[in-house]
């Protein structure tokens, strides 16, 4: 069975952190995988989206990272804001279909 | 801007009503898709359609229907409300068929369903 898992459920630092969030996949036949964020009751928005034929992609302060043999992709958050307080969940593509993982709920303390 | 709307936002019910959870998108995006939101399981797909008259089921579809008569709309119904169907439940469009390719995939804000 395709299960996507986020470790760790919740995380609090305080601003200005450089933060890692981690993903990983039981099967690596992977189209690609993707990074969304949600803030409390809002819809999904994505933040990055790595091909399987990629290592990694950056936009601005996130850096997403894929090692499809391992199962792994891991999600960087540099110098980190309290606007970056959400919940951020990832998201394997196998063809036509997503599977999420349960997300990681971030808090940036000022 | 066009958008993606659902409606109701929030919904209490009792067990064995039907209900029915409306999406709308103004993009003219041909595929719609629903999703629900569970605590510790992520989002699991419902139902999705790639046009008018075209639906399909997903990973979690029994108990739930959806029709497509336009492309704007995907409405969702429970023909007969479980408690196990209190969830979060999130309409989603892209206008690219290969949407897990291009990821573009554009989220309403959820409609939040309470079966008692």
């Known amino acids: 069975k395709q299960e996507v898992t986020q470790i760790p459920a919740a995380l609090s630092v305080p601003e200005g952190e450089n933060l890692v969030l981690n993903c990983s996949f039981t099967?690596?036949?992977?189209?690609?995988l993707q990074w969304f964020r949600q803030d409390p009751g809002k819809g999904l928005t994505s933040l990055l989206l790595?091909?399987?034929?990629?290592r990694e992609q950056t936009s601005g302060r996130l850096n997403a990272s894929l090692d499809k043999s391992s199962g792994r992709s891991t999600l960087y958050i540099a110098a980190s804001q309290p606007g970056d307080s959400a919940t951020y969940l990832c998201?394997?593509?196998?063809?036509?279909?997503?599977?999420f993982g349960p997300g990681t709920r971030l808090s940036v303390l000022p | 801007d066009a958008e993606i709307t659902q409606s109701p936002r929030h919904k209490i019910t009792e067990t064995g009503r039907q209900v029915t959870l409306a999406c709308h998108q103004t993009?003219?995006?041909?595929?719609m898709f629903w999703y629900r939101q569970d605590l510790g399981h992520g989002l699991r797909l419902i139902h999705y359609?790639?046009?008018?008259?075209?639906?399909n089921k997903g990973e979690v579809s029994d108990g739930y229907s959806v029709s497509r008569s336009n492309t704007e709309d995907l409405p969702l119904t429970l023909e007969s409300a479980a408690s196990s169907q209190t969830s979060v439940y999130f309409c989603?469009?892209?206008?690219?068929?290969?949407?897990?390719?291009?990821?573009?995939?554009?989220f309403g804000e959820g409609s939040r369903l309470t079966v008692l």
């Open positions: 993009w003219n995006h041909n595929n």
């Open positions: 099967d690596s036949a992977i189209y690609n």
């Open positions: 998201a394997v593509n196998y063809g036509q279909n997503f599977v």
């Open positions: 989603a469009s892209s206008p690219n068929r290969d949407f897990w390719n291009t990821g573009e995939l554009f």
């Open positions: 790595i091909q399987s034929s990629q």
């Open positions: 359609s790639y046009g008018v008259q075209d639906t």
